[in-house]
T-cell receptor, first 113, second 113 residues
Framework: QQQVKQSPQSLIVQKGGISIINCAYE??????FPWYQQFPGKGPALLIA???DVSEKKEGRFTISFNKSAKQFSLHIMDSQPGDSATYFC????????????WGAGTKLIIKP | KAGVTQTPRYLIKTRGQQVTLSCSPI?????VSWYQQTPGQGLQFLFE???????NKGNFPGRFSGRQFSNSRSEMNVSTLELGDSALYLC????????????FGSGTRLTVV
């Protein structure tokens, strides 16, 4: 019940296309869903996050879509650029577990020029 | 505002030795978490310290230990190193109480030979 399942494991998208990464969870007590971006040799960096009281959050070219009933959330990268090539992690957290993050397995995204 | 600082950045150790890694969190952050990252294994949670107390612990053997000092700086120790301990060790800090999300350091790349 603590798991967060992320797919796909890897993704290749043409420059200018839309990259979509999906995550699913079981525990309905989760109340915070962040996405992290990691470049080689660096630690993950918070990209965008959402709470379950909203269905969508957009920051620039990055959008989180959240479906509470399906217990799924996804990251959409519009107009994908080669600089977006990185590994993306979804995660989930809840207040009564001291906000400890439960991580997805990661998606390696490659944007082809 | 300085980020999370991890030292050293790279380390090569021999099997059987022990190693200590250091993490200085963002000023004012009281929670420090440690993760092990290996190719194909994603982010594996080691432990979390908050105000010098271990608050959460992952499923790692007792060879992995940590501590946090009164200034919130944290150290992680691995004794009797094994080849499989070769990984990127990441430290993340957060303000702790009532807040979500972590800020990661760039990690320490440990190679065991």
């Amino acid at each position: 019940q603590q798991q967060v399942k992320q797919s796909p494991q890897s993704l290749i998208v043409q420059k200018g296309g839309i990259s979509i990464i999906n995550c699913a969870y079981e525990n309905t007590a989760f109340d915070y869903f962040p996405w992290y971006q990691q470049f080689p040799g660096k630690g993950p960096a918070l990209l965008i996050a959402i709470r379950p009281d909203v269905s969508e959050k957009k920051e620039g070219r990055f959008t989180i879509s959240f479906n509470k009933s399906a217990k799924q959330f996804s990251l959409h990268i519009m107009d994908s650029q080669p600089g977006d090539s990185a590994t993306y992690f979804c995660a989930a957290s809840r207040m009564d577990s001291n906000y400890q993050l439960i991580w997805g397995a990661g998606t390696k995204l490659i944007i082809k020029p | 505002k300085a980020g999370v600082t991890q030292t050293p950045r790279y380390l090569i150790k021999t099997r059987g030795q022990q190693v200590t890694l250091s993490c200085s969190p963002i000023s004012g952050h009281r929670s420090v978490s440690w993760y092990q990252q290996t190719p194909g294994q994603g982010l594996q949670f080691l432990f979390e310290y908050f105000s010098e107390t271990q608050r959460n612990k992952g499923n790692f053997p007792g060879r992995f230990s940590g501590r946090q000092f009164s200034n919130s700086r944290s150290e992680m120790n691995v004794s009797t190193l094994e080849l499989g301990d070769s990984a990127l060790y990441l430290c993340a800090s957060s303000a702790g109480q009532g807040t979500y999300g972590y800020t990661f350091g760039s990690g320490t790349r440990l190679t065991v030979v």
